[in-house]
């Protein structure tokens, strides 16, 4: 079975560029994660969604950070425009249903390495 | 949020078993206790959860305190492969203070000797 896709795997760009970074859920999964990995912070959840429905938003650091799911295949996570204190790995996960129980666990991808210089 | 403490490191030899702690003494009665691991440069890994009952799967095995106050990993026989960062997570439903949420601390980084 495919996991969790994300795409790019790499990017680098010059501050003040728009960045887009993609994330295709494991098919049947109804909840989205997104994250971000740092050494100086750990992963940080920014954002999930729940049925295609942004559910907690509270970990988006700030306003030039968007993330949509228009489908239940698909979700972005856009910054615009881009810091350099925006470096960082930045992961997305799905789960299956899990009816408010804390019982499903969450499948990762393997991350987009994003460097803003 | 429901907050785990683990130690920051801990080593082992090839072919041991590995008992890696986690204490969670302000566990809710809704939450479940999950363990991920990241293994280096990848992303992480679910390894096993549980909610009372110690539980088995082909990775690992839990160990729940009665209290739930406390968990442990245990690796039956470690390899090179289980090198990596261990997370003890609280993972809650419905009217809990970590409902939806997977909140990563610094895990225990595990090294396997050869």
């Known amino acids: 079975d495919a996991g969790v896709i994300q795409s790019p795997r790499h990017e680098v760009t010059e501050m003040g560029q728009e960045v887009t970074l993609r994330c295709k859920p494991i098919s049947g999964h109804n909840s989205l994660f997104w994250y971000r990995q740092t050494m100086m912070r750990g992963l940080e959840l920014l954002i999930y969604f729940n049925n295609n429905v942004p559910i907690d938003d509270s970990g988006m650091p700030e306003d030039r950070f968007s993330a949509k799911m228009p489908n239940a295949s698909f979700s972005t996570l856009k910054i615009q425009p881009s810091e350099p204190r925006d470096s960082a790995v930045y992961f997305c996960?799905?789960?299956?249903?899990?009816?408010?129980?804390?019982?499903?666990?969450?499948?990762f991808g393997d991350g987009t390495r994003l460097s803003i210089l | 949020d429901a907050k785990t403490t683990q130690p920051n490191s801990m080593e082992s030899n090839e072919e041991e078993p590995v008992h890696l702690p986690c204490n969670h003494s302000t566990i809710s009665g809704t939450d479940y206790i999950h363990w991920y691991r990241q293994l280096p440069s990848q992303g992480p890994e679910y390894v096993i959860h549980g909610l009372t009952s110690n539980v088995n799967n082909r990775m690992a095995s839990l160990a729940i305190a009665e209290d739930r106050k406390s968990s442990t990993l245990i690796l039956h026989r470690a390899t090179l492969r289980d090198a990596a960062v261990y997370y003890c997570i609280l993972f809650g439903g419905a009217g809990g203070t970590s409902y939806g949420k997977l909140t990563f601390g610094q895990g225990t980084i595990l090294t396997v000797h050869p």
């Open positions: 996960a799905s789960s299956p249903p899990w009816g408010g129980r804390g019982n499903q666990p969450q499948h």
